[in-house]
């Protein structure tokens, strides 16, 4: 039987899954999984890239452990940042995290690079080679050979989208960001969707990802991070389940929100500076970032809508964020669509899925879309009336009014 490893590393974790296809279904297994954050050194924040190697590594010993001799291996990782490499392809600089107060402002130097000194483009499903003999001796390491697979993870997570592409359908991947928006033939390049900050985003097999970047659960990270990590996801999800919901909001895509000093601090002073009650507790904090989060998923599909001009009938949401169940629901009713949140591995699904396509154990996105919802559960939610629906949004776009002299993430 084929063996498929997918290396997923996203911005707060990375993992190292195994997967085979048996008839009509894809077994997942979980080898390794690691913590992924930057560290701030002579005030700048980097990624540690030496780690996540060593990482990787230990994921792949792992898979030999576990009986895998040989197999396909694809990586895909966050994007935005960059790695300067010299001719001979070693690394000559430490590697900023895009959090870094100097990249804010590097959109304009941007604009001066040149086109020769990236590499060059490439397709999903290229064929990339074997890993290098003397690390599979080293390390003992199965004899893998590598093969791009849509390797910016957000392209992979809509490529493990559980949707057989029948329908109208808009996706949320929602981990440290959220990445609202639809897979399409075409690009959209008016100027409205320009203004809007969406992006067309290439993926795999000559889909673009019309989508837009907002604020995902790095906000609760955080908060939980500042807390000592006392709480687990699930439990703050579940305190925030007991409170009393919409009591104060904050607009989480202002960039103050984007990476400051402590999260706690800066959602306590947007509330006190917008005369609300100031949340205190874990589970008020967290109530007050999913509040905030689904009403701005509410803003953002409308866009999306409008943008499109489609109605769109049924919004997945994959990734980690689709195991909180107080923020997908909150999202159904919100947005007053039916929710399919999971799977929350569906990033390193839709790595696997473009492994399995190039090897024609599958024909195509639609094929993978059916076999994945055949695979992994999901769970539907289905839109809830909100009670004051229409006095919360008035007191949301009222907010937004009161606060619009501040500048909002612009990725
Ligand atoms: P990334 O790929 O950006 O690192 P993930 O897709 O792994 O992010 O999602 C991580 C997020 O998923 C966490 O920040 C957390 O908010 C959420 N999450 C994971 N598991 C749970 C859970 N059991 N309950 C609630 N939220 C969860």
Known sequence: MNNYLAVDIGASSGRLVSATLE????????????????????????WNIDNLFDEIIQGLRK??????????LGIDTWAVDYVLLNKEGRRIHEVYAYRDARTLHASD????LRRDQFSELAEPERLLGPILPELIQQCDLPDCQLILVPTHDTASAVAGVPSPREESWAYISSGTWSLLGMERSHPLNTKTAMQANYANEWGAYGTYRFLKNIM???MIQEVRREGDSAHSFAELAQLASAETPFV????????SFLNPDSMTLEIQRFCEATGQPVPHTPGALARCIFDSLALSYRDALHELQRLTDETITRLHIVGGGANNELLCQLTADLLEIEVQAGPSESTAIGNIAVQLISSGALEDLKAAGRTIANSFPTRLF????????????DRWECLKIQTTSHTHISQ
């Open 23 to 46: 008839g009509e279904q894809i077994h997942l297994q979980e080898l390794h999984r690691f913590n992924n954050s930057f560290t701030e050194r002579n005030g700048h924040d980097y």
């Open 63 to 72: 898979a030999k452990q576990n009986g895998i001799d040989s197999c396909t």
């Open 109 to 112: 130097k941007l604009l001066q």
């Open 216 to 218: 995902g659960l790095w």
């Open 248 to 255: 104060s909001l904050v607009l989480c895509n202002q960039s």
């Open 382 to 393: 289905e839109p809830q009336p909100v009670q004051g629906m229409e006095a919360l949004l």
